[in-house]
Structures are given as C-alpha cells and as structure tokens.
C-alpha cells in the first residue's frame, strides 16, 4: 500500500518513493505497518491499495495454469496441465522457467511440463547482436515480403536515434543490404530458421541463405509440375501406400527401388531426428532427399522411362512418382506449410487417404521394407561416376559436346547404364570394353575409371604436362599417407589403419591410372 500522511499537506506520496510503501496480507496489518514506522497515530494515516500485486515474471509463473480458470478444476485444467514441452530462450531460463516450476509444484503438486526446448539468440549475419543503431536489425516481414533499400532507411526514420546514430544505422543496412531484402516469403524464412537450429546460443542470420531456400521453393514447385505431367489427368493412384504395404518389387526397376530407399531412409532420419529436437537434421535429410535424389536423380533418370519405356515400365515409374511426392511434401509440412498443402492438394488422392488437408494427415512413419543399402552404395557409385565423366567433359570439351564414355568397373552396375549415359550426357557408354587411344581420364576412387574420348579436341602435349603435375601431386600424398601407415602402433585404432590402407591404395591405383594415361596421350602425340 501506498502511504499518505499529514506530514506530505493530505496529499498522496510519490508512488516511485520505496520509503513511503508498505506491504501486508491485510488492511489493518498495513496500517499497523505504517503506524510503526512513521511514528504517528491511525488518524493521521491514509493509505492506497496497490492495484496491480504481482509484477511480471510472478505473473508469468502462474501462466501454465492461471490461464485455464485456476484455480477453478476446469476441463481444461484437467486436459491440458501438465504439458509436454516449453520452448523459449537461454536468456530467460531462471526470469520464467524456474518460476513456472516452482509455482507448479507449489500450487499444483506436479511440474507444468516434463522439457524445455532453448532456441538460440538470433544475430545478424556476422554473428553481431541486432541493434537499431547498427542498422543491422531484421524484421520477419521484410523477409517474407521483401523491401528496398530506400524502403529500408525510412524504417530508422522515425525520430528515436541521434543523427549521429542515424548516419551508422544507414551505413549499416547499405553494407548489409546494398540491394534491400529480396521477397523470399514465409515458407523460405521458417525453414531456414529451422535449419539454423542447434545446441548453439547464438543463430547469426544470412538473408542470402533464406532466398537461397526461396530458390528451394521454387524447384519443389517446378518438379511436381513436371511430375504431374508425367502422371497424366488420368492417372490413379496405387490401391495400397507403397511405404507401408508390402509389393511386388519385381515390377520396380533399380531406380525406381532406389529412390524408394532414400524415402525410406529421409522418413526415419527425419522422426528419429524430431525426437531428439534435432530440427537441422531432420531439415537436411529433407533437404537432401528433395534436391540431391528425387530431383537431380530420380527425375531426370525417368524421363528415358515415360518417353521410350514400355507401358509397365511407366506404369512403375508413375506409382513410385507419386509415393515420392506424397512422401516428400507429408515430411516437409512442418516446415514448410503453405506450399506444400498448395501442391498436395494437386495431386489424386489414394483410396484409403481421407484427410482434407496435410495439417490433418497422417505424418510419414513406416519405410523400411524398401531399406536396401547394397542397392544405395551401387547408386551412389554410379553418382560418383557421373560425376567424374561430367568433370573431364567439362575440363576438355564444350558444354553440349557428347562423346564416348568408357567405363572400367569390377562393381555391378550394367542394370544403370542407361540412368548414366542419360545423365553423363554422352553419344555411348561402354563398359569394361578396350579403352581407345585419345581419351581423357578420369578415376572414381578405388572402384573404377572414366574415360573421355577426346582425340582430334584436345592438345595431347598440354594434356601430357598436366597430367604430369596430378601425378607428382598424388604422389606426394601418396608417400606422406605412407609415412602416417608405417607409424601405426597398437595404440591406433582398427578401424584407422584400415581407413588409411585402404586410402593408400586408392592414391596407387590413381597413380596406375594416370600414367595409363599419360602413355595414351604420348601415343596420340606420336611420342
């Protein structure tokens, strides 16, 4: 209560003046209060009840359960305290969570959850905190709907700072922003800040990472365009979920049931990830399976299917389309909500799915009958091998050139010979048949050898020289693996000395590979 007296001419005391307040359970206790310590009798006392009693954080403690008609045994008292998870920040962790669970205990006799989830501080891109006066401070909505950088200055313009302070916020947001904020959108910034999310304190910022998810968008959308395409008005989907519901798999070429594996392997990265709260990982595995495999693999090895497959070929190729789209946009929902639920009601529904909208629909949980890792290292040799050819045709001849490839391989991989000349982009593929003179050369670690035909487009000379410095190169790190290998003691786990052995060998093969070489292009040179 605040306290008056005759002492103060009847008028009431200054409300900020810490001597004239006391506190009590009661009117008379506060009377009583003040009568002691001002020294003067009830008469000439008057005192103010405080009207708002509980400061901010104690206020804050009561919230699990004050906002549910505590201390009135509601139903929703009943459903909803306890909760599972809290999420907040560090810097609030004892001004809130401990009160929280102090007030539960006291008032309630059960915590008000079982985990709490600390998001980091958002800082700017170079890890600097945001400040008004840096000019480095960044609003969601400029993110989502983009702002130029005379749009950008108008922001600070409002009278707060000093004009020196002013002169460095706009030189802040010009450095920062020379070009504004590009629009990049809600579904761009939501999953960018789920993947900036570790155990870390601190999350520094990139606008230019958030429009590269924009980009992301972008390719997700243009994919299940042409995916539609493929599937055709007419198409309907498979009776049974293949993810969850045992095939034939007899009817699915090799692609079709590699593709099917990554699903498998993104759906339980991604919830063994949501239980450990690892939102990064469970955004990469998404990420990844999108982008690196159904896109840049599966779509473009399937375009040979629907233009000169046979029509159960295509028809495979469809179901397992489809079973990848569901799948894909079902895993990215929580990240992304708008354009998923935006593409996912384009697609034909299955006969069993009666969800109206993918915020109601069942999560993706079960993919392991399609788990095969031997099938997942031949596709990823094959991605290797790709990989290389494109290297060395890039290294030696023009962009749309398409030459011979051959290829020297001990692994299996003659049901992928047509995904890899498609995607190679050459005239011919062969396989472990006589390398002609005048190719080009390329390893694929231990596990095989590319080889460009590249005679008459190259200068075998130029050619000789370079190869030359790689092999002085390889051989330099050859021999320092060496020297690590002949230093192995008992002390050096197992696992290490076979990882470095089996590197040495990799470097020797490549050294045999390039001296081949070498001696190829000496022959072309009439050497």
């Not at 690196?292 to 397992?320: I, M, P, Q, W």
């Not at 099938?375 to 398409?402: C, G, N, P, Q």
């Not at 890899?420 to 670690?445: F, I, R």
């Amino acid at each position: 209560a605040v306290v008056s007296t005759q002492s103060t001419g009847g008028k009431q005391s200054d409300d900020l003046d810490n001597n004239m307040w006391v506190s009590a359970h009661s009117q008379e206790e506060a009377m009583k209060k003040a009568v002691e310590k001002f020294k003067v009798p009830e008469s000439e006392i008057s005192l103010t009840r405080d009207e708002d009693v509980l400061d901010t954080w104690f206020s804050s403690g009561l919230f699990p359960f004050s906002t549910m008609s505590w201390p009135d045994n509601t139903v929703d008292l009943r459903t909803f305290y306890p909760n599972n998870v809290l999420e907040t920040g560090h810097d609030i962790l004892f001004f809130w969570v401990a009160r929280m669970v102090m007030m539960g205990l006291e008032l309630m006799d059960e915590l008000p959850f079982t985990e709490v989830y600390l998001h980091p501080i958002i800082r700017d891109a170079h890890g600097i905190k945001m400040s008004k006066s840096l000019g480095n401070v960044v609003d969601p909505l400029h993110i989502v709907s983009g702002i130029t950088l005379e749009e950008l200055h108008k922001t600070i313009d409002n009278g707060y700072l000093a004009e020196k302070e002013l002169v460095r916020a706009r030189a802040g947001q010009k450095k920062l922003y020379p070009k504004g904020i590009p629009e990049c959108g809600t579904d761009a910034l939501r999953f960018a800040l789920c993947s900036y999310l570790t155990q870390a304190r601190d999350l520094n910022l990139d606008v230019l990472r958030i429009e590269g998810y924009r980009k992301f968008c972008n390719k997700m959308w243009n994919a299940t365009k042409f995916a539609l395409m493929q599937l055709g008005s007419d198409y309907t989907p498979p009776q049974r979920d293949l993810m969850t519901c045992k095939q034939d798999t007899t009817q699915f070429s090799t692609i079709d049931r590699w593709i099917l594996h990554r699903a498998a392997v993104a759906i339980s990265d991604t919830n063994a990830a949501f239980k450990e709260y690892q939102f990064q990982q469970c955004t990469t595995s998404i990420y990844n399976f999108w982008l690196y495999d159904l896109c840049d693999v599966y779509l473009e090895a399937t375009k040979r299917v629907f233009y000169k497959g046979t029509e159960e070929e295509r028809s495979a190729a469809r179901h397992t389309l489809y079973t990848c789209l569901d799948t894909g946009l079902r895993l990215i929902h929580p990240f992304m909500p708008f354009i998923s639920e935006e593409l996912w009601q384009r697609l034909p529904r299955l006969s069993t799915e009666t969800a109206p909208s993918l915020v109601v629909a069942t999560y993706p949980q079960c993919g392991e009958l399609w788990t095969d890792m031997e099938l997942d290292s031949r596709v990823t040799l094959v991605k290797d091998i790709i990989h290389t050819a494109r290297s060395v045709k890039d290294t030696y001849l023009e962009s749309k050139a398409k030459p011979e490839v051959y290829l020297t391989t001990s692994e299996e991989v003659e049901d992928l010979m047509g995904v890899m000349e498609d995607l190679v982009g050459c005239s011919a593929l062969h396989l472990n048949q006589d390398v002609p003179l005048g190719t080009a050369m390329g390893t694929v670690g231990n596990r095989g050898t590319v080889h460009v035909l590249v005679k008459g487009l190259v200068d075998p000379v130029q050619e000789i020289n370079r190869l030359h410095a790689k092999r002085c190169e390889v051989e330099r790190s050859c021999q320092q693996l060496q020297e690590v290998v002949d230093k192995h003691s008992e002390k050096v786990p197992v696992h290490v000395q076979q990882a470095n052995n089996n590197k040495l060998t990799s470097l020797r093969d490549e050294i045999t590979a390039i001296d081949s070489a070498i001696a190829n292009f000496k022959t072309l040179a009439g050497n």
